[in-house]
């Protein structure tokens, strides 16, 4: 089993910047963020194949989040910009087993592993 442990959440204002990390045990595949606010469902936010040559974002994320592997240190990176009150959440890291295609990246089935979340505040 591939353990994730997210890290770097936080107290931010609008307007400002975060960098999450996601450290893995072992490869996956396809790695993805998503993020669960209090009394809604878990969405999806980004993700990208181990190669590192596709993503998906999700549209109220694109052009402010981007995300970024290092396959040396088996890690995953989400850098967001230009944060709002609504990308306040709990934030999960979540790896796939298999490879997939990048339209199947939002669908939380292909993922295997989960973290434990790390929380975001984003205050105005």
């Known amino acids: 089993q591939v353990q994730l442990v997210e890290s770097g959440g936080g107290l931010v204002q609008t307007g400002d910047s975060l960098r999450l990390s996601c450290s893995a045990s072992?490869?996956?595949?396809?790695m993805g963020w998503f993020r669960q606010a209090p009394g809604k469902e878990r969405e999806f936010v980004a993700a990208?194949?181990?190669?590192?040559?596709?993503?998906n974002y999700a549209n109220s994320v694109k052009g402010r989040f981007t995300i970024s592997i290092d396959n040396a240190k088996n890690t995953v990176t989400l850098q967001m910009t230009s944060m709002r009150p609504e990308d306040t959440a709990i934030y999960y890291c979540?790896?796939?087993?298999?490879?997939?295609?990048?339209?199947?990246?939002?669908?939380?089935?292909?993922?295997?592993?989960w973290g434990q979340g790390t929380p975001v505040t984003v205050s105005s």
């Open positions: 990208i194949r181990s190669s590192g040559n596709v993503t």
């Open positions: 979540a790896g796939a087993a298999m490879t997939r295609m990048s339209s199947s990246f939002p669908n939380p089935s292909i993922y295997k592993y």
């Open positions: 072992g490869r996956a595949y396809v």
